[in-house]
């Protein structure tokens, strides 16, 4: 059964452990690694949208990246989004495929997206081989 091997209950996380607080709160982000669906990384909002605009900046793609950050990001604690929530928050087919192009979506599979950090593929690869 569940449990420690003394037969006493793990206790559960939590509800209001600090990083549900946090995110609940919109401080922090979790975001998806792409190492495997639990992979995922925790990163304060305000780095996360730094970063974001950062890897956009002075390209076309800056008006749509500071929109998906308001209306999706900051918005809600959401690891991943689905293609008809993406279009109820405003964001067509052509507008996930540069947001995903722009490094802040990865495929999750047909019609759903994880969040994701530019450049974070680049990071994890460096990670791995250390």
């Known amino acids: 059964g569940a449990g ?3 037969g006493r209950p793990e206790p559960a996380l939590s509800p209001r452990s600090p990083q549900n607080r946090l ?3 919109g401080r922090v982000r ?5 190492l495997g669906a639990d992979a995922l ?5 305000e780095l996360y949208r730094e970063k974001a605009l950062a890897a ?4 076309p793609r800056e008006g749509l990246v500071r929109r998906f950050l308001d209306a999706a990001v900051a918005a809600s604690p959401e690891l991943s989004f689905e293609q008809g929530r ?18 802040l979506l990865t495929v ?3 019609g759903s997206w994880w ?11 460096a990670l791995l081989r250390g």
Do not use: C, I, K
């Open 23 to 25: 995110r609940d709160e």
């Open 4 to 6: 420690s091997p003394r």
């Open 108 to 110: 999750r599979d047909a």
């Open 41 to 45: 990384g925790v990163v304060s909002l």
């Open 86 to 103: 993406m279009r109820e928050l405003g964001f067509e087919d052509r507008d996930v495929t540069q947001l995903v192009a722009a490094g």
């Open 56 to 59: 956009v900046a002075g390209t």
């Open 30 to 34: 979790l975001l998806h690694l792409g």
């Open 115 to 125: 969040l994701a950090v530019p450049g974070v593929g680049r990071f994890v690869r």
